[in-house]
């Protein structure tokens, strides 16, 4: 304490010392809030809501005016918030109902697309109502009424409605005038009329006979007897004023309408006698005073009180002639008979039991000496086996006449219409051939020969028809489009003349079907879930050739001989014998004749080289072929085979033919026989078909 009173003496002198004071803590109180309510706050509070969200709208609505005609169209707009300010609403953007309605026009709901222009303009037209009218024809009633084509009833008519608008009114009434007219209707169920006098469309005709009573006939319709007034409608009419024992009077009038005028008298003369002719033959030509009159039987009407002279004729016939008188009115009939004009024809025919028919009529042996009409006729010659021979032919009297005739067998014609050449629905030309008798295979001592070239005696009795060239990729893509033969050694084998390659026996079989197909001939092969499943051998639709007909084709020379090559009996092969593996492709095959140069490595096009003897091209090179034959074993077993077809099943098919890449003295020969089950690229086919 001594220590703090020597600090306190330590300080200024000036300084007012530190009395301490009493401090008492002042009791904690709590302090409470209280609110009591009041309905200014409340309004207050409203109106500033209120004040807010109006303020939100003006800022946020556009100013939109909407025009509809009529002007005194009442307008009410549905959703969305809108006030009216004068002629124009305040609205937001936005879609909107808006209904219309005017008195005299069509209730209106429709949209009011308000968009974000400030200040927008939306016009409205609404519809009238359709118009009221009434349509009268005056003094006349049940005049048809039409508007504009429609049919709205007959007159008279009130309160039809039509719309607004310029309109064709037309008035259609039995014997009076069409009447027509534009109207012009206001709508707005606004009531019109309109009337219209419809003219006569007849005039009056007076009409006088001597004598009278002759009846009145306009257009076939009795109208009367004269002395007659008629109201006869306008236009052309055909008017015929008959009385008895008279000629009837006929003439054609144009009627105007309104134009009334009176038919000069008519002095009607004596009716005609009228007077049936019949001629035995009938069809016998008529003339009266050198006038024709028509061909038996006929009725003419003859002037009465004189004589009249009748000429009958007929080709082949005696004509004839007669005179005859006719009184008025009175009805006669004359018959003749006519003579025909005959000459002797002599016919002669071969063979000699033909017979005769003329004009359809069976008149006896055809080798006679025959009366025929001197008049044209149909002669037929008919024998059982034999084409008819018929012909038209007129006897001329006088003359000696002879007809001889050769008839031709069925045989005969029918061989004599067939094609040497005929072409597919793809464009190939096929060769007929009438082949016979030859010798297959190679005798054992042939240099080259296989085991499988066993000599075979063979008779082809059936012409067949055989294709001068290979298929090529073009004929083979119409029938498979997506069909490649591909390239060898980069070269390609796929152009659209060169031969088709790498397709199997079976396609090449569907490709015989198809084309078949395109032609509507029967098909050779049967098919099922696209496998040949057989063979119809009467078929005559495109097939490939059987191993027999190719070899018959490739090796025989029409002189009885059998070629060992296509071009003769030695190698090498002459110039342009075809193409085979040669020096072009020494680098790619094992074995080639490199003596001979075709020009061309792989396929060529088809007929590029000379065709043998027969015209067929590339039997030998260029491909090998498919034909129609299974492989397996062959022979004549001692006896000789007909039209044979091969074993009726294998595994593999017979392949004839070397191709571009064989060069050795086996494939050259024409008896060389392969076989196989997949493509290559040497190997193709050929199309054949039987003779109908």
């Known amino acids: 304490m001594a220590e703090r009173e020597d600090d306190n003496k330590i300080d200024h002198g000036a300084t007012d010392p530190i009395v301490p004071i009493d401090f008492t803590p002042q009791e904690e109180t709590t302090r409470h809030f209280s609110y009591q309510f009041r309905w200014l706050h409340l309004i207050l509070a409203t109106a500033s809501i209120f004040v807010a969200v109006a303020v939100w709208f003006v800022l946020t609505a556009r100013s939109v005016a909407i025009q509809v005609e009529p ?7 549905e959703g969305g918030l809108h006030f009216q300010l004068g002629q124009r609403y305040l609205i937001r953007t936005g879609s909107y ?12 709901n429709t949209q009011l697309l308000v968009d974000s222009r400030q200040n927008q303009i939306h016009n409205f037209e609404m519809r009238k109502l359709p118009g009221l009218v009434s349509i009268d024809s005056e003094g006349l009633t049940g005049a048809r009424a039409q508007i504009d084509g429609v049919d709205v009833g007959v007159t008279p008519l009130r309160d039809i409605p039509v719309e607004p608008g310029q309109h064709n009114l037309t008035l259609t009434m039995d014997r009076y005038l069409n009447h027509s007219q534009t109207i012009d209707i206001e709508g707005r169920e606004v009531q019109q009329s309109f009337s219209a006098e419809l003219q006569p469309a007849w005039a009056v005709v007076n009409f006088s006979t001597s004598p009278a009573g002759a009846e009145v006939l306009v ?10 007034a008629a109201e006869i409608l306008q236009g052309s009419h055909e008017v015929t004023l008959k009385l008895a024992g008279h000629k009837a009077w006929q003439d054609e009038l144009d009627v105007i309408a309104g134009e009334d005028f009176s038919l000069p008298a008519v002095a009607l003369e004596p009716a005609d006698g009228l007077v049936f002719l019949q001629s035995n033959p009938s069809g016998a030509s008529v003339t009266v005073s050198g006038e024709f009159k028509g ?18 004729f007929k080709s082949g016939y005696e004509s004839i002639k007669r005179s005859i008188r006719t009184e008025a009115d009175q009805e006669t009939e004359l018959r003749v008979a006519l003579e025909p004009v005959t000459a002797a024809v002599q016919i002669a025919v071969e063979p000699n039991d033909a017979e005769l028919y003329i004009n359809g009529e069976l008149r ?20 059982d086996g034999y084409v008819p021979y018929v012909t038209e032919f007129t006897a001329r009297p006088g003359l000696d006449q002879r007809i001889e ?33 030859f010798t297959m295979g190679a005798s054992r001592r042939e240099p080259g020969r296989r085991a499988n070239e066993t000599l075979r005696d063979i008779q082809l009795e059936k012409p067949f028809y055989l294709a001068e060239r290979e298929v090529t990729n073009a004929e083979f893509r119409l029938f498979e489009p997506e069909h490649n033969s591909g390239t060898v050694a980069g070269l390609t084998l796929n152009n659209e003349a060169q031969p088709v390659v790498r397709v199997s026996w079976t396609q090449a079989a569907l490709y015989c079907n198809w084309l078949s197909e395109q032609e509507s001939l029967p098909l050779f092969y049967q098919v099922s879930d696209g496998q040949i499943t057989g063979i119809n051998p009467e078929a005559t639709g495109y097939r490939l050739p059987t191993e027999a007909e190719w070899a018959w084709v490739a090796r025989t020379d029409g002189s009885g001989n059998v070629l060992k090559y296509s071009w003769g009996d030695a190698l090498p092969p002459p110039e342009n014998a075809g193409n085979f593996g040669d020096v072009t492709a020494r680098n790619y095959l094992g074995e080639v004749m490199f003596d001979y140069d075709d020009g061309v490595f792989a396929t060529a096009a088809v007929a590029s080289y000379a065709p043998n003897y027969h015209g067929i091209y590339d039997l030998a090179g260029n491909v090998a072929e498919w034909v129609h034959d299974f492989y397996g074993s062959v022979g004549s077993f001692g006896g000789v085979e007909v039209d044979p077809l091969g074993p009726a099943n294998g595994e593999f098919h017979t392949i004839r033919g070397s191709s571009w890449a064989h060069g050795a003295i086996t494939e050259m ?4 026989r392969d076989f196989g089950a997949e493509p290559r690229d040497d190997l193709g086919f050929r199309i054949a078909r039987y003779l109908e």
């Open 71 to 77: 002007i005194t169209a009442g307008i009410e707009i």
């Open 97 to 108: 109902d808006l209904r219309l309605s005017n008195p005299g026009y069509h209730d209106s």
């Open 219 to 228: 257009d076939g319709e009795l109208m009367g007897s004269t002395p007659l």
């Open 295 to 312: 061909l038996t039987p006929l009725e003419v009407a003859l002037a009465p009180g004189q004589s009249h002279e009748l000429t009958f």
């Open 364 to 383: 006896g042996p055809a080798n006679q000496t025959i009366e025929l009409m001197a008049v044209s006729q149909q002669l037929e010659i008919r024998r």
């Open 405 to 437: 005739v050769n008839l031709k067998s069925l045989e005969q014609a029918r061989l004599e219409q067939i094609e040497p050449v005929i072409s597919t629905a793809a464009g190939q030309q096929l060769k007929l051939f009438y082949p016979g008798a």
């Open 669 to 672: 020969r024409l008896s060389f």
